[in-house]
């Protein structure tokens, strides 16, 4: 197990830096009118994928989000918390890398305000000894057996956790055992995997602590056998060995070996109802698998029995609206930024949420104690607050704190449902540390729980089961107490090599025997099927079949019994069945061994037999089972005028059938003997398998003879697909494989031209000709021979070369499945998926295109917007354009002291007058062109010109203080320098004048008009200031009293008094030149 580092390397590496750096932790105070930055300090460990339940890969995103999201909508506006990431190493093994972190954190100058993580409990351990000295709270995520491993839990009290803990898993254990009163309990666990030992160790140490009668009845088992899991017969031996001392099994491990130890188990018939078994799957993740029962092998539905006698607890999950938004950010944001794709099926888990609610939480506590006045730089303060308390949490709301500073969690127990097969929540252990039932568990084969302890005892030796006879003496006592011993030693012995034999050769002769009172036809009243026949007749023209009816001329007593033309129930499952009784077929030794070499088939174009309803009365055939293909037969697909089959469906069908019938030749079955349009089988996902496989024995005996001129009434719809040589001969019932390679030509022709056998669409000529014509035709084998019509633009010249040579009248010159293979891929190239994955292969190239030209449009579009934002920008000012785009009023605003400027051009109107009107264009373009160059350097506005008048301002929108009057002052010095040094561009020989006005006051500023909006000021301020440069003198800066005394206090100017001036409209003012600046 993991425990509490001490080792001399780290702490000795600590103790260099403890006091030298001590001071580096001191709080200090900021003031409040700055930004206050507090340090998140990240530390998570980087392990390879899937061996670790966290890792900082998929973690990222979510902590990205989380900072973003404290900073823009939780934190104070002078508050902001700031990331920073150390890697907190590779495993759970070394606990060196948080603390090498850590220190690096403190030689940079990085005050940690909170650290968040580390996920091993022993890498948190040794984190928390660093921190406690510098009294830094820890956010765990999880570190959930900090209170197991190490000291007691309140010994932590800077530690807050923010996922599961084991703690809770071991009591909510303990609770549901208690709630059904079982005490007698074997616990199974996985010592391979970290996760499943720690969480052992603390189920064992709460049992001696809250249970001792349970403590005393219950035994551990590990599954580790040195560094690897023990084989299946040490597991079978464990449960046998279990079985003399509980009927309750806990087992801690992933989902591939507990689905292992649930069929041990099966076959040791302790899922019989008398056992019940426990696990651990607190929500899916990668690490442990996925907990179910259907895996898709063989033994799926024998692990679905199984299955009725485990129990699984785990954390309540909650997919709401919320959690969808927040899963699919998380997504967006590890693929764009970290590059890592989370799987369609795979979960953003709790412990990734942790670790955003982590940063979620620290910031609420910090809002709260800034708004109490509370020191929230404080560790000390800030661990007591992060505790017994309730913040809403963006992704699963109110979410509480208890007191210690653990999340307070939901579990859940689920159980199968029996008729879905899906786990389903029944028993929920809530806030309150209760047990609250919502539905009623199942118990496999029984209505209530299994009894503790078996009324006889676990060795059926107890005293009551014990016969009381009188007078025997002390020799039979002993035989009597030593014989059940040695009976169950035996019956021990027997079942493990029992166990050994199934292990080497799992294989039941008789593995197809179903039955008859489980297989309910669907459509069919009555509780089972038990008579000869079907009660469903099958005789009629008109009868459909999959989905489709057969054409003309055909009945389905011609086809009778070769295909799947029924569904029924077969335990709780819908399967395909069809008609087999009146062949009146019963089991022989020849079929048995046929269907040995049957079991062993296993290809996914390769139709699943699942087995054989027998009358248990006469022993006779009655119906053939197997998987249920919910799109019927090729026959049904091909003829199916909704379903659309361009070339990649064909390639896939023809790709499918070849690579079944390769595996099938290439098997010890060998042949097919009856391959046909209806003996392929399509599923759900468009994937053909090839059915009838080995049930020559089910196959009609007259159908085998060749057709006579000279019969009356016979069906030749199943003649078909025959090839010439074995119509000629009384066939053997497996056919050739010669004989499979011509009926695949036939199928070829089916499919080309979505058709039935020898049909040609669209000729009319078609129907006049009978099936049994064809067959009889094919049978003399006429020079041309018989085949069916198909033009040669309906297919590519290869696939038409090849389904010439397939139905060759010279078997010899027909192609194996295997050069047919290498052939078609030629052909079509490597294919290696079905239809529906091609379906999903051109949707994926699909959504790229989309995603790319999305992805440009948004290109183009954040440019033009960029161009629009900066042209808007020049037009108004930048607060006021930024408010105007986020379609917010712009209110008008009173400004309390700002600076205006207004200048003009002497003799403009005379200039004007005597040069073109395109010259007088390029003249202000170039001066203005002036003036905004300077005014890029000073915190001032332009606010608008007409003709060759300038007006700026500075103290607005922005204010600044009393740098305004500076500003102006500054920057027409400046102006009036650069005029000096202008050249007219059409008279380089003359200069320009200019008069500069300048004044300080109040005004007010704001937008005005809808169309062409344009940012005005008002007040007598700019009344006075225009007054300012209409009386002034060529090339000189008068200014007002106001802005006189304002630059007096600023101290760096030059000015002289210009006296007394009779100013328009405002009556004598005394007014100043401004000369210069130093």
Request: aromatic letters at 10%; one cysteine or more; glycine letters at 6%.
């Amino acid at each position: 197990m993991w425990h509490r580092y001490s080792g001399p390397s780290v702490f000795l590496l600590m103790g260099h830096f403890l006091t030298s750096s001590a001071q580096f932790f001191t709080s200090t105070r900021t003031p409040s009118n700055a930004t206050i930055s507090l340090n998140i300090c990240l530390s998570l460990e980087t392990p390879p994928l899937l061996t670790e339940i966290f890792s900082y890969i998929r973690t990222a995103a979510a902590v990205d989000i989380a900072v973003d999201q404290a900073n823009s909508y939780v934190l104070p506006s002078n508050i902001q918390v700031k990331l920073h990431f150390r890697d907190a190493g590779p495993d759970c093994f070394s606990v060196q890398g948080p603390i090498v972190g850590a220190l690096d954190l403190v030689m940079q100058n990085i005050q940690c305000h909170v650290y968040v993580g580390p996920g091993c409990t022993s890498d948190a351990d040794a984190l928390y000894s660093f921190a406690l000295f510098y009294k830094i709270p820890i956010i765990a995520c999880p570190a959930a057996g900090i209170e197991v491993t190490g000291p007691q839990r309140s010994e932590y009290p800077l530690m807050v956790r923010m996922t599961y803990t084991f703690a809770d898993v071991a009591n909510m254990l303990i609770k549901i055992l208690q709630h059904f009163s079982f005490s007698h309990v074997t616990l199974f666990t996985d010592d391979t995997q970290g996760f499943f030992s720690e969480l052992g160790e603390t189920v064992v140490t709460y049992f001696r602590r809250l249970d001792p009668e349970m403590d005393r009845n219950s035994r551990s088992k590990t599954l580790k056998n040195g560094m690897q899991l023990v084989s299946n017969e040490e597991i079978a031996t464990m449960l046998i060995d279990a079985n003399t001392t509980s009927r309750v099994n806990v087992l801690l491990a992933n989902a591939t070996v507990v689905r292992n130890i649930m069929m041990i188990a099966s076959r040791l018939n302790m899922t019989n109802g008398d056992y019940v078994f426990f696990t651990i799957e607190l929500f899916e993740a990668y690490y442990w698998g996925h907990f179910d029962w259907k895996t898709g092998k063989v033994d799926d539905s024998v692990a679905r029995l199984a299955y009725d006698s485990l129990k699984i607890i785990s954390l309540m999950s909650n997919e709401d609206q919320a959690y969808s938004v927040y899963s699919a950010q998380v997504r967006k944001l590890s693929l764009d930024k970290y590059n890592y794709t989370y799987g369609l099926f795979e979960t953003i888990d709790p412990i990734v949420t942790g670790y955003y609610e982590a940063i979620i939480l620290y910031a609420t506590v910090i809002r709260r104690m800034y708004r109490q006045g509370a020191n929230y730089t404080n560790g000390t303060e800030v661990a007591e607050s992060l505790k017994n308390t309730t913040f809403r949490s963006p992704v699963n709301g109110p979410t509480k704190i208890d007191s210690e500073g653990d999340r307070v969690t939901t579990y859940a127990l689920k159980d199968l449902d029996t008729d879905s097969g899906i786990y389903q929540v029944v028993m929920v252990f809530d806030d309150n540390e209760t047990l609250v039932n919502v539905s009623t568990m199942s118990w496999a084969y029984r209505t209530t729980p299994p009894s503790d302890v078996p009324f006889c005892g676990f060795t059926g030796d107890a005293l009551r089961c014990r016969p009381q006879v009188a007078g025997l003496n002390p020799g039979l006592i002993a035989v009597a107490a030593v014989l059940p011993i040695l009976l169950v030693a035996a019956m021990a012995a027997a079942i493990i090599i029992l166990f050994i034999k199934q292990a080497n050769q799992t294989y039941d002769p008789y593995w197809w025997r179903l039955p008859m009172e489980e297989l309910q036809l669907i459509g069919v009243t009555g509780a089972s099927i038990n008579s000869r026949g079907s009660k469903n007749e099958m005789g009629g023209r008109s009868e459909t079949v999959g989905g489709s009816t057969l054409r003309s001329g055909t009945t389905l007593n011609s086809y009778f019994g070769s295909f799947f033309d029924k569904r029924a129930y077969f335990r709780g499952t819908v399967v395909a069945v069809r008609n087999v009784a009146k062949l009146n077929c019963h089991s022989s030794t020849a079929f048995v061994n046929d269907m040995r070499l049957v079991h062993n088939l296993a290809h996914d174009n390769i139709h699943k037999l699942i087995g054989i309803a027998v009358s248990m009365a006469e022993g006779a055939f009655q119906y053939v089972v197997g998987d249920l293909c919910s799109h019927g037969s090729l026959q049904d697909v091909l003829t199916h005028d909704t379903i659309r089959l361009d070339w990649s469906f064909k390639n896939s069908m023809i790709r499918d059938i070849v690579l079944g019938m390769e595996y099938l030749h290439g098997s010890p079955l060998e042949t097919h003997g009856d391959l046909s349009a209806y003996t392929c089988m399509v599923d759900s996902r468009f994937t053909v398998k090839i059915s009838d496989v080995g049930l020559w024995y089910l196959r009609d005996p007259k159908h085998l003879l060749p057709p006579i001129a000279s019969e009356g009434e016979r069906d030749y719809d199943y003649l078909l697909w025959r090839a010439p040589e074995l119509l000629r001969v009384k066939m053997t019932p497996k056919g050739t494989q010669k004989g499979d390679v011509f009926s695949f030509g036939i199928i070829l022709q089916q499919i080309i031209l979505r058709c039935e056998a020898y049909d040609l669409p669209g000729d009319d000529h078609s129907d006049m000709v009978s099936k049994r014509e064809i067959v009889m035709e094919v049978q003399r084998g006429v020079d041309p021979p018989l085949r069916p019509r198909v033009p040669r633009v309906s297919c590519s010249n290869e696939v038409y070369a090849l389904m010439e040579n397939c139905w060759s009248e010279f078997p010899l010159e027909r192609p194996s499945f295997g050069k047919i293979k290498s052939n078609l891929t030629k052909i079509v190239g490597k294919t290696g998926d079905n239809i529906v994955d091609h379906l999903l292969k051109r949707m994926e190239e699909y959504a790229s295109d989309l995603e790319q030209q999305v992805a440009d449009k948004t290109a183009a579009f954040m440019e033009e917007k960029q161009r629009s934002e900066i042209l808007l920008c020049q037009l108004l000012p930048r607060s006021v354009a930024e408010a105007l785009t986020r379609g917010h009023t712009v209110d008008p605003e009173a400004y309390e002291s700002v600076t205006i400027y207004f200048s003009d051009i002497v003799g403009f109107t005379e200039l004007s007058a005597n040069v073109l009107p395109m010259d007088v264009v390029s003249l202000l373009n170039e001066l203005y062109t002036v003036f905004d160059n300077v005014i890029e350097s000073f915190d001032v506005y332009k606010v608008e010109t007409i003709g060759d008048a300038y007006m700026v301002s500075s103290g607005l929108p922005v204010r600044n203080g009393n740098k305004h009057a500076r500003e102006i002052a500054l920057m027409s010095l400046r102006i009036r320098h650069d005029i000096a040094n202008f050249t007219i561009p059409h008279r380089p020989q003359e200069k320009l004048l200019i008069r500069i006005g300048i004044h300080s006051g109040p005004c007010v500023a704001g937008i005005v008009g809808l169309k062409m909006p344009r940012y005005c000021l008002f007040g007598d301020t700019v009344n006075t200031a225009s007054r300012m440069e209409s009386s002034g003198e060529a090339m000189k800066i008068q200014i007002s009293d106001v802005a006189h005394r304002l630059l007096q206090d600023i101290g760096r100017f030059i000015m002289e008094e210009r006296g007394p001036t009779n100013i328009k409209g405002k009556g004598v003012m005394v007014t100043y030149w401004l000369n210069s600046s130093f």
